[in-house]
Antibody
Framework: EVQLVESGGGLVKPGGSLRLSCAAS????????MNWLRQAPGKGLEWVSS????????YYADSVKGRFTISRDNAKNSLYLQMNSLRVEDTAVYYC???????????WGQGTLVTVSS | DIQMTQSPSSLSASVGDRVAITCRTS??????LNWYQQKPGKAPKLLIY???SLQSGVPSRFSGSGSGTDFTLTISSLQPEDFATYYC??????????FGQGTKVEF
């Protein structure tokens, strides 16, 4: 069974940093592209970042480019999102998701809440 | 970026109703359109990919159609567990991948 479990969310002040993790199990992690998406409270879904299976291809939404860094450790079956210079508008539930086909988010974690507030 | 317009934003329906949700894109995205279902407090779930392919385990009452710029998600006979919010999403070419605004299906 595919499982994705996010962690690392919490309350942080504007300008602060946070590192999210996503632990994967139930599939060959190193074979799949992985993604981060987010959903602000009461709002719709927003794609944040993607990384190919071998880390060759990395993409970011314009809204986070230069502030967020995606990474993965295939030996640890884990995906990460380093978030720096956080803004109030980054407040959201952050989801980790697996792509079976490019840009198709077939499996999602349960999400972790990031709150940016003073 | 590819623009997504989903309609309606909400709809009222009853168990057994046939429900249709539309998604329009600009520009054309061939068949690179996916549909997700999200229940309150839960992660989204993939229902349909590539416009009309049913994801494994998804009931056959869900179907997708369309290509180019106009797409439709149809629920043939609404069940109690189908009351949720539905999102379309394009996966055409390279990122950014974009979502529609969502359609809330309520009683």
């Amino acid at each position: 069974e595919v499982q994705l479990v996010e962690s690392g969310g919490g309350l942080v002040k504007p300008g602060g940093s946070l590192r999210l993790s996503c632990a994967a199990s139930g599939f060959t992690f190193s074979s799949y592209s992985m993604n981060w998406l987010r959903q602000a409270p009461g709002k719709g879904l927003e794609w944040v970042s993607s990384m190919s299976s071998s880390s060759t291809y990395i993409y970011y939404a314009d809204s986070v480019k230069g502030r967020f860094t995606i990474s993965r450790d295939n030996a640890k079956n884990s995906l990460y999102l380093q978030m720096n210079s956080l803004r109030v508008e980054d407040t959201a539930v952050y989801y980790c998701a697996r792509s079976d086909i490019g840009g198709v988010f077939a499996y999602w974690g349960q999400g972790t809440l990031v709150t940016v507030s003073s | 970026d590819i623009q997504m317009t989903q309609s309606p934003s909400s709809l009222s329906a009853s168990v057994g109703d046939r429900v249709a949700i539309t998604c329009r894109t600009s520009p054309s995205i061939s068949s690179s359109l996916n549909w997700y279902q999200q229940k309150p407090g839960k992660a989204p779930k993939l229902l349909i990919y590539a416009a009309s392919s049913l994801q494994s385990g998804v009931p056959s009452r869900f179907s997708g159609s369309g290509s180019g710029t106009d797409f439709t998600l149809t629920i043939s006979s609404l069940q109690p567990e189908d009351f949720a919010t539905y999102y379309c999403q394009q996966s055409y070419s390279a990122p950014p991948w974009t979502f529609g605004q969502g359609t809330k299906v309520e009683f």
